[in-house]
Nanobody, 123 residues
């Protein structure tokens, strides 16, 4: 599975952005998809995840209520709608695919990673 994330950019606090992650291959619908981010000088952290069927979603406390993850298995794409952005959301955002069921928020449980897309939120 190859993943390509896009949609990042420079926005002001309070604005919205939608990230997309397109996957190659015909097995996209079997993978749990996740979004992680890494801010300058910090470790990569979990943001959100969605089950293969799209039936369950997960969020970190820092984004819950502001971000929404979704997927379109027909288009092999996962999205991250980010609303009410804050300067602390500034980071490189990565999408990832996991074959395993467990470890929703553990980066080491994800098998494939895309190149990141930079999100910068100015105050």
């Amino acid at each position: 599975v190859q993943l390509q994330a896009c949609g990042g950019g420079l926005v002001q606090a309070g604005d919205s952005l939608r990230l997309s992650c397109a996957a190659s291959g015909r097995t996209f619908s079997t993978y749990r998809m996740g979004w992680f981010r890494q801010a300058p000088g910090k470790e990569r952290e979990f943001v959100s995840a969605i089950r293969a069927s799209g039936g369950s979603t997960y969020y970190s406390d820092s984004v819950k209520g502001r971000f929404t993850i979704s997927r379109d298995n027909a288009k092999n794409t996962v999205y991250l709608q980010m609303d009410s952005l804050k300067p602390e959301d500034t980071a490189v955002y990565y999408c990832a695919a996991a074959a395993s069921y467990s470890g929703v928020n553990s980066s080491d449980r994800y098998n494939y990673w895309g190149h990141g897309t930079l999100v910068t939120v100015s105050s």
